[in-house]
């Protein structure tokens, strides 16, 4: 090799551990300027005001998709993170200030309940854009106008938008509401405990008795011995599926109605943490 293609080479080399060093001081240095700054949107934004924040996209000066509630032009908005990278997109997370009144139906109710809204807008930038603080500052304000202080965005083209106060008589109907929760809630962790138990006995009761069938009955039971879920709508919605197989010469049947036993014994057991106790 050439001393001069050497050079060319050591020189490539040295150069590529700085592009992500160049792409984490972009983020680093957007996130000191903006994170916890004020902002006015630009156009209309939607959120489900839950505890996550939900996503959008924007391209140019226009967010758009989204699903949930929406937030009109000129919404007092706090910036919460950004987020830049070479190879990932731009992202800036941002809270609603002023919260909102939030209704649904559940059961027989309608429900009211002040939230929270965040939004994660995610902006269509070429790379060359990521990479740079400037230009990405410059997109960001596209859609949020900024602000050094909460009082100067709502001195300057705020929309006025206050959360709507609870309707009349709404902490009496809350206390109903969650009597009535707390009541719905145990019948429905009763009926899905009786039913996988039900499952189970029919399941006992036509057994038959072949050696085939047991062993595979024990070893399909055993295969599934570890049964969790992650809480308790989980388990409410959970329906049995039969996974892997007896193995040659095994009995299908048994190893699915072993799996079947185990798992319906497993669920019942677990669906009893989620009986609560009478709200006071």
Partial sequence: MSRKLRIAKIGWLLSMPLAVPLAADVESDLQRDLVGRFALTTGDLKSECSD??????????RASGGSGSRFEGGELVRIDNVHSGMMAGLD?????VEPYLLSFTDGPFTVFDQRRCRVQLNFDVARDIRKDKTKSAAAIAGVLSLFDSESAARAASWNRRKVAAYP??????????????????NELV???TEDVLDEAGRILNSM?????YSKSF??????????????????????FYS????????????WSDGQHVAWSTLLAHA???????PPR
């Fill in 52 to 61: 996550h924040y939900t996503d959008m996209k924007v391209i140019g000066t």
């Fill in 208 to 212: 038959p008795s072949d050696d085939d």
């Fill in 92 to 96: 800036v997370n941002v809270s609603i």
């Fill in 243 to 254: 996974t892997g197989s007896a193995g040659s010469g095994g009995s299908s049947r048994g």
């Fill in 218 to 239: 024990g070893d399909g039971a055993r295969s599934r011995s570890s049964e969790s879920w992650s809480d308790c709508e989980a388990m409410l919605n959970a329906n």
């Fill in 271 to 277: 669906l009893q943490a989620c009986i609560r106790e």
């Fill in 190 to 192: 009763r009926a899905k």
């Fill in 168 to 185: 009349a008589g709404w902490e009496k109907t809350r206390h109903e509401y969650e009597q009535w929760k707390f009541v719905h809630g």
